[in-house]
């Protein structure tokens, strides 16, 4: 049977456990607050970003076709390079395989090339037979968010120099009330819609500038600013995601923790009681002996 000294240190054990739980969870939910304001930030840099497509636009005809090398694309998935996030790498990697597959747009998708961000989630992927062109680690800070989606730009943009791809598509999780849900975004080509609307943007102006760079120059820069911000924005919402559920896995394995400290509380007070009992009866039961032997000797 355990002794009280081993069920003691149990106890202590498992309230240092509870204490790192809740630092986690803390920790957690900071990270939520510094991405969400990360990603929101975003919304005057795009806005300036669109100002300046509009200018392009007004100087420059994109072409209807462009000669296609390969038939395939980028796909980029954000996961996490941590666990203690139940499903989230795996519901991705899932549902960026599914809607690639399942896609009639994309004509070929085992030419699909693999951007992975995460260890958790490259091991997920490639559990589910899926193959990456190149890893990154999550970063680990706010401040390294934008180097990294610097860093992801830059490797479509060295894709892009060897292939014209038909698509480039973001695979992440966002927040969906207490948890996340997967969805994807196309970066390129770009739609007709989202260029039209950007067109139609009324300008702050009578007048649109002049520059001094061509219209095609413009665009194509600016295409790249558009696409960190996307890359930006989704590892932002990635990121806050990932520790929602972290979070919510923690809530989690506190309520476990306390219900187990009472638990074995209660048995330490039990056990504790009925050895005091038993040492109580000792004595009694030594007092009694001497009693009767002083009786005895009487």
């Known amino acids: 049977m355990e002794t009280l000294e081993s069920l003691k240190g149990k106890i202590k054990t498992t309230k240092n456990l509870q ?8 920790l957690s939910a900071v990270s939520i607050s510094q991405y969400e304001r990360a990603s929101k930030a975003l919304k005057v840099y795009n806005r300036n970003i669109k100002y300046g497509m509009k200018v392009a636009l007004s100087n420059y005809t994109l072409p209807r076709e462009r000669t296609k090398k390969y038939k395939g694309g980028v796909a980029i998935l954000f996961g996490s390079d941590q666990g203690l996030v139940g499903r989230f790498n795996t ?22 090339k693999y951007i ?50 038909e698509k480039v598509l973001l695979f992440y999780n966002k927040r969906a009330g207490a948890g996340f849900e997967s969805t994807y975004r196309r970066l390129l080509p770009m739609d007709e819609v989202f260029l039209n609307g950007i067109r139609e943007t009324k300008w702050p102006t009578n007048q649109l500038p002049q520059t001094p760079v061509s219209g095609e120059q413009m665009f194509d820069s600016l295409v790249r600013q558009i696409l960190f911000i996307e890359v930006y924005r989704a590892l932002a919402e990635s990121l806050a995601s990932e520790h929602m559920t972290r979070m919510i896995s923690m809530q989690n394995a506190e309520k476990n923790i306390e219900e187990h400290l009472d ?27 001497l009693n009767a032997k002083k009786k005895k000797k009487k």
Not at 129 to 156: D, E, N, R
């Open 116 to 165: 992975v961000i995460g260890r958790s989630m490259f091991a997920k992927f490639t559990a589910l037979g899926g193959q990456a062109t190149k890893l990154y680690s999550t970063p680990g800070s706010i401040a390294a968010v934008a180097g990294l989606a610097q860093i992801i730009t830059l490797k479509i943009d060295e894709l892009l120099e060897d292939y014209v791809f």
């Open 263 to 289: 638990k074995m509380n209660l048995e330490y007070q039990q056990r504790r009681q009925a050895e005091i009992t038993e040492e109580l009866i000792d004595v009694v039961s030594g007092a009694e002996v």
């Open 19 to 26: 204490g790192i739980v809740s630092s986690m969870k803390t």
């Open 91 to 112: 519901s991705l990697a899932q549902f960026g395989q599914k809607t690639i597959q399942e896609n009639p747009n994309i004509e070929s998708p085992e030419k699909m």
